[in-house]
């Protein structure tokens, strides 16, 4: 049974950082492509950013490009997602999320058929 566990949330003020870690047991991880996706209160989940299964594509949404930055290591199966110059607006909880095909390079939620169970990152202004 593969799973995906995300760790790293927590309460933090405006303008610091975060790394949030995202470990998977069982399965390939090397060979997933993985994402991370947030959601807020009352808003639907969001592409937050993509990492590609070699590591060498990432992709980001807008509103965190420039200051996020996806990475992985496929030798401990874990993704990460570094967060730098928080914003009350990053508020969510944030889900780490697995295409296991490896073929499925997508923004979109229904590209993803593996997800963990979210952390919550909520950011003070």
């Known amino acids: 049974q593969v799973q995906l566990v995300e760790s790293g949330g927590g309460l933090v003020q405006a303008g610091v950082s975060l790394r949030l870690s995202c470990a998977a047991s069982?399965?390939?991880?090397?060979?997933?492509?993985m994402g991370w996706f947030r959601q807020a209160p009352g808003k639907e989940r969001e592409f937050v950013a993509g990492i590609s299964w070699t590591g060498g594509i990432t992709n980001y949404a807008e509103s965190v490009k420039g200051r996020f930055t996806i990475s992985r290591d496929n030798a401990k199966n874990t993704v990460y997602l570094q967060m730098n110059s928080l914003k009350p607006e990053d508020t969510a909880v944030y889900y780490c999320a697995a295409d296991q095909s490896g073929n499925r390079w997508s923004t979109r939620s229904y590209a993803y058929d593996l997800w963990g169970q979210g952390t919550q990152v909520a950011v003070s202004s």
């Open positions: 069982g399965g390939t991880f090397s060979r997933y492509n």
